[in-house]
């Protein structure tokens, strides 16, 4: 193992041990040196502190009365492969909740496994006996879902107050 050749290959030992990538005699190998080494522990353990904040939730949950507000964190795209995808689909598809205003305001694009995660949650919400809205698309966003005509199924609003009062 040339660990302290070449950062690279270092790097990559680093990713494939905490991915769960190395067979048997790898991990053996890998850990041995790094439990010995302070140098390589040090930067094992910061990646794994990396890898750990990059895995929390981009999708905020708040509850404003009956209703659940989901937002991004962080400028977003719901297109495939997206973690934000999966965090939003799980913050409505899991919950119980009947009244659901997503946020899209710090979504830049949206593909066509961000529109079906869309209506998926709507289905969801109407088989609940509920309701879902978007609050402030973008402007790409909005001319996607205008162009798709999702926009005469989704209720989007651009104020918050009158997007919480509708649901009344």
Not at 28 to 57: I, K, P, V, W
Not at 70 to 83: I, K, Y
Not at 104 to 114: K, M, N, P
Not at 120 to 137: D, Q
Request: hydrophobic share 40%.
């Amino acid at each position: 193992m040339q660990l302290h050749e070449d950062p690279l290959v270092r790097e990559e030992w680093i990713r494939d041990y905490l991915l769960k990538r190395l067979d048997a005699a790898a991990v053996e190998e890998f850990e041995s040196h790094y439990l010995a080494c302070d140098e390589c522990f040090e930067e094992l353990r910061a990646t794994r502190l990396l890898m750990g904040s990059l895995a929390q939730s981009r999708v905020g949950r708040r509850r404003l009365q009956d209703i659940v507000v989901l937002e991004f964190s962080h400028p977003a795209q719901l297109v495939r492969q997206a973690q934000e995808l999966r965090q939003l689909l799980a913050g409505v598809m899991e919950q119980k909740d009947t009244k659901v205003l997503i946020d899209l305001s710090r979504v830049s694009r949206i593909d066509s496994a961000g529109l079906g995660m869309l209506i998926n949650c709507y289905s969801h919400a109407v088989r609940n006996h509920g309701m879902l809205k978007l609050l402030r698309p973008s402007a790409p966003v909005q001319n996607l879902l205008r162009l798709t005509r999702i926009d005469s199924v989704l209720e989007t609003y651009e104020d918050e107050a009158k997007a919480l009062e509708s649901f009344q």
